[in-house]
């Protein structure tokens, strides 16, 4: 069925279809909307879940964490600010191995106060153990948190699920949404002993002190379990087939340029344009972060590649771009745009991609 | 007032021996007393602080009961997660949450928050007036004048009553508690665990190393700081109620001489008669706030 939902509608939409059985969430703007579209399922009984109204984000994610040490299925959203204020929430559910999904829609960080979308929030998680998504439109933000569900709960790693504040959380677009049956056989009820349960009369620990070497095999076996998330995304046997990137006329081309998250339509338009040039560009967008597509750009086999991200590492510049180079076996060039929410249209990026393929390109849009 | 006979309490053991506590550690006697009354329906969460060790470490726990460790400020909202699983998959249980002043401090929002909700757990602070675990530095609740690694010359600020605090916010039950009176302890809990919501007990933790004193002497310091009139038991269960324990030190004349309590603890050791006067009279002022809800509440 298809239905006209904004991004934050279809995440919640997917949530409900999910049957989570546990939501906790404190409300900052871009995010809020998909919290309050769950409060009202729960209170109109369109979703079985407790949903609790917490005080903080940090609350937020430790209330969540309860919840699925005790064996439901869990769900929270955040935002920027939010994110960070449960940050260490967020190492303690990787550390811990549990499933939680959580949206991320992306928001600059403060100060000054700034509500538009900047990447820098997410990447703030890329060290933690979080599976880390970032969908282009409302389909993919839907889409991909079912499939966080799928995949959290095969592999025991949290996952979170990017979309741009206000580019994709507020703007409505055709979203088709499987039948709930459909959902139901992809998604079964969570095994409730996976990883652990924390439950009366099951006197077990976790989380205390341990030797320093359980706390490293630990991170190690995180890492390793990372590797194989890409695996169970190509084969989760969801409706539609996902991968950890999205190739756009990438066949033939001599120019690539690397992005995620919603600006990659404006940065498609332009692709065409200079295609309709003559001009061989094509697009490598990254789905995901974590684990890193290092095999995809090590296979590409181009003259040079533009990595284009709205976020900045003080000191080293293009987080992404950084991670590019660690393994492309083409020449890397990184342009940071958009930080802050600064509009990047397909003008911008026609002129930006023809810049690159001259040479003429600097580190810094604006 | 639930009564508890020695005799009766159950032998099962819930924190084990050889467990690595400090000698006269006063939340080895509450942990203990706490598996004694409730056995186990308990799930304990622990936030960051002397438990956590208490808990074990390596593959030994301490503990025969469930426990999840959590981040310091986190423990009453890992509760309602908890609680919400409990009631969900019809597992018969309570989240206790069990943390020290440490934990109520920088979890104070936490705290509310639980309690404002009314969500289903027990919240246990076992308040040993210091951050202990991390070496004896001021808290919220540490004594006027006390004298901790970050308040040397002694506190300058006035401790903050956390029980009353949770009384205001409309818990479904608050009491105070001594480590010095188990089966009042004990029978607080019990009566707690008859009670839907959120349920909050301050237990009163004398601590040999951090207040200077001898490690056998726990018990006797928690009776004296209630025998002097310093901690009020109390519960509230829809009425406000002083402790029968507490009672008669309504009656100042009845009251041990603070300075008996005050003068065997190497924290107070620097005060002069003129502090110990002015103790007194705030110890006069907290009777008369909690004879005052006697009356009202």
Same mark, same amino acid.
Not at chain 2, 110 to 133: F, H, W
């Given at each position: 069925?298809?239905?006209?939902?904004?991004?934050?509608?279809?995440?919640?939409?997917?949530?409900?279809?999910?049957?989570?059985?546990?939501?906790?969430?404190?409300?900052?703007?871009?995010?809020?909307?998909?919290?309050?579209?769950?409060?009202?399922?729960?209170?109109?009984?369109?979703?079985?879940?407790?949903?609790?109204?917490?005080?903080?984000?940090?609350?937020?994610?430790?209330?969540?964490?309860?919840?699925?040490?005790?064996?439901?299925?869990?769900?929270?959203?955040?935002?920027?600010?939010?994110?960070?204020?449960?940050?260490?929430?967020?190492?303690?559910?990787?550390?811990?191995?549990?499933?939680?999904?959580?949206?991320?829609?992306?928001?600059?960080?403060?100060?000054?106060?700034?509500?538009?979308?900047?990447?820098?929030?997410?990447?703030?998680?890329?060290?933690?153990?979080?599976?880390?998504?970032?969908?282009?439109?409302?389909?993919?933000?839907?889409?991909?948190?079912?499939?966080?569900?799928?995949?959290?709960?095969?592999?025991?790693?949290?996952?979170?699920?990017?979309?741009?504040?206000?580019?994709?959380?507020?703007?409505?677009?055709?979203?088709?949404?499987?039948?709930?049956?459909?959902?139901? +056989?992809?998604?079964?009820?969570?095994?409730?002993? /996976?990883?652990? $349960?924390? @439950?009366?009369?099951?006197? #077990?620990?976790? =989380? !205390?002190?341990?030797?320093?070497?359980?706390?490293?095999?630990?991170?190690?076996?995180?890492?390793?379990?990372?590797?194989?998330?890409?695996?169970?995304?190509?084969?989760?046997?969801?409706?539609?087939?996902?991968?950890?990137?999205?190739?756009?006329?990438?066949?033939?081309?001599?120019?690539?340029?690397?992005?995620?998250?919603?600006?990659?339509?404006?940065?498609?338009?332009?692709?065409?344009?200079?295609?309709?040039?003559?001009?061989?560009?094509?697009?490598?967008?990254?789905?995901?972060?974590?684990?890193?597509?290092? +095999?995809?750009?090590?296979?590409?086999?181009?003259? /040079?590649?533009? $990595?284009? @991200?709205?976020?900045?590492? #003080?000191?080293? =510049? !293009?987080?992404?771009?950084?991670?590019?180079?660690?393994?492309?076996?083409?020449?890397?060039?990184?342009?940071?745009?958009?930080?802050?929410?600064?509009?990047?249209?397909?003008?911008?990026?026609?002129?930006?991609?023809?810049?690159?393929?001259?040479?003429?390109?600097?580190?810094?849009?604006? | 007032?639930?009564?508890?006979?020695?005799?009766?309490?159950?032998?099962?053991?819930?924190?084990?021996?050889?467990?690595?506590?400090?000698?006269?550690?006063?939340?080895?006697?509450?942990?203990?007393?706490?598996?004694?009354?409730?056995?186990?329906?308990?799930?304990?969460?622990?936030?960051?602080?002397?438990?956590?060790?208490?808990?074990?470490?390596?593959?030994?726990?301490?503990?025969?009961?469930?426990?999840?460790?959590?981040?310091?400020?986190?423990?009453?909202?890992?509760?309602?997660?908890?609680?919400?699983?409990?009631?969900?998959?019809?597992?018969?249980?309570?989240?206790?949450?069990?943390?020290?002043?440490?934990?109520?401090?920088?979890?104070?929002?936490?705290?509310?928050?639980?309690?404002?909700?009314?969500?289903?757990?027990?919240?246990?602070?076992?308040?040993?007036?210091?951050?202990?675990?991390?070496?004896?530095?001021?808290?919220?609740?540490?004594?006027?004048?006390?004298?901790?690694?970050?308040?040397?010359?002694?506190?300058?600020?006035?401790?903050?009553?956390?029980?009353?605090?949770?009384?205001?916010?409309?818990?479904?039950?608050?009491?105070?508690?001594?480590?010095?009176?188990?089966?009042?302890?004990?029978?607080?809990?019990?009566?707690?665990?008859?009670?839907?919501?959120?349920?909050?007990?301050?237990?009163?933790?004398?601590?040999?190393?951090?207040?200077?004193?001898?490690?056998?002497?726990?018990?006797?310091?928690?009776?004296?700081?209630?025998?002097?009139?310093?901690?009020?038991?109390?519960?509230?269960?829809?009425?406000?109620?002083?402790?029968?324990?507490?009672?008669?030190?309504?009656?100042?004349?009845?009251?041990?001489?603070?300075?008996?309590?005050?003068?065997?603890?190497?924290?107070?050791?620097?005060?002069?008669?003129?502090?110990?006067?002015?103790?007194?009279?705030?110890?006069?002022?907290?009777?008369?706030?909690?004879?005052?809800?006697?009356?009202?509440?």
């Amino acid at each position: 069925m298809k239905k006209v939902l904004t991004g934050n509608y279809a995440v919640a939409e997917a949530v409900k279809m999910a049957r989570t059985e546990f939501i906790a969430a404190y409300p900052i703007t871009p995010q809020t909307t998909i919290v309050e579209r769950l409060a009202e399922m729960v209170e109109k009984g369109e979703l079985n879940a407790d949903f609790v109204r917490v005080e903080s984000e940090h609350s937020a994610l430790a209330a969540v964490y309860g919840a699925s040490a005790g064996g439901l299925r869990a769900f929270t959203a955040t935002s920027s600010h939010g994110l960070l204020y449960m940050y260490e929430m967020c190492w303690w559910v990787a550390n811990s191995r549990l499933p939680v999904v959580m949206a991320l829609v992306t928001r600059t960080i403060g100060p000054p106060w700034n509500i538009h979308t900047d990447h820098t929030d997410l990447l703030t998680l890329r060290d933690s153990g979080w599976i880390l998504a970032m969908s282009e439109n409302a389909q993919e933000a839907f889409d991909l948190t079912l499939i966080g569900f799928k995949v959290a709960e095969q592999i025991d790693l949290p996952f979170a699920v990017g979309l741009d504040g206000f580019q994709v959380s507020h703007t409505a677009e055709v979203v088709d949404i499987p039948e709930q049956s459909e959902i139901d +056989e992809f998604l079964p009820e969570r095994r409730r002993d /996976k990883p652990f $349960v924390i @439950e009366p009369r099951n006197p #077990i620990t976790v =989380g !205390g002190l341990t030797t320093n070497e359980c706390a490293m095999i630990l991170r190690q076996e995180m890492d390793r379990d990372m590797e194989k998330v890409g695996d169970l995304v190509r084969n989760a046997g969801y409706v539609r087939d996902y991968d950890l990137v999205e190739r756009y006329r990438l066949d033939d081309a001599e120019y690539v340029v690397v992005m995620m998250g919603a600006w990659c339509g404006d940065a498609k338009d332009a692709i065409d344009v200079l295609r309709d040039e003559g001009v061989q560009i094509g697009m490598l967008r990254l789905r995901f972060v974590r684990p890193f597509p290092a +095999e995809e750009i090590a296979k590409l086999d181009c003259k /040079k590649i533009l $990595v284009v @991200e709205r976020d900045c590492s #003080i000191g080293k =510049g !293009g987080i992404i771009a950084t991670e590019v180079k660690s393994v492309a076996n083409s020449p890397v060039q990184s342009v940071m745009a958009g930080l802050g929410g600064v509009d990047v249209g397909v003008d911008d990026f026609v002129s930006m991609f023809r810049r690159f393929v001259k040479g003429e390109l600097g580190e810094w849009w604006l | 007032m639930v009564v508890v006979k020695i005799k009766d309490l159950p032998k099962e053991k819930f924190l084990l021996p050889g467990n690595t506590s400090c000698q006269g550690c006063p939340h080895a006697l509450g942990l203990k007393s706490l598996g004694m009354a409730l056995g186990d329906d308990v799930v304990l969460v622990v936030p960051a602080g002397c438990t956590t060790i208490i808990a074990g470490s390596k593959d030994k726990s301490s503990f025969k009961f469930p426990c999840l460790h959590v981040p310091f400020a986190s423990a009453p909202a890992v509760a309602t997660g908890l609680g919400s699983a409990f009631r969900r998959l019809g597992k018969r249980g309570i989240p206790v949450v069990w943390m020290g002043d440490g934990g109520s401090d920088i979890g104070f929002a936490t705290l509310s928050g639980a309690c404002v909700r009314k969500d289903d757990m027990i919240v246990i602070v076992s308040d040993n007036e210091a951050y202990m675990n991390t070496g004896i530095q001021t808290s919220g609740t540490t004594f006027w004048k006390a004298k901790t690694t970050t308040s040397p010359t002694g506190k300058r600020e006035e401790k903050k009553d956390l029980a009353l605090i949770m009384l205001m916010h409309k818990a479904d039950y608050v009491a105070t508690a001594s480590v010095g009176y188990l089966q009042d302890f004990i029978g607080k809990l019990r009566k707690a665990s008859e009670i839907d919501g959120f349920r909050f007990i301050h237990l009163h933790s004398p601590c040999p190393p951090g207040w200077g004193f001898d490690s056998s002497e726990t018990v006797e310091m928690a009776r004296l700081a209630v025998k002097c009139g310093a901690w009020i038991l109390w519960e509230f269960d829809g009425k406000f109620k002083i402790s029968s324990i507490s009672k008669p030190y309504a009656d100042k004349s009845k009251r041990t001489p603070l300075a008996e309590y005050l003068k065997k603890q190497r924290r107070f050791r620097h005060l002069s008669d003129e502090d110990i006067a002015e103790i007194e009279r705030r110890i006069d002022e907290q009777w008369r706030v909690v004879l005052a809800l006697e009356e009202v509440f």
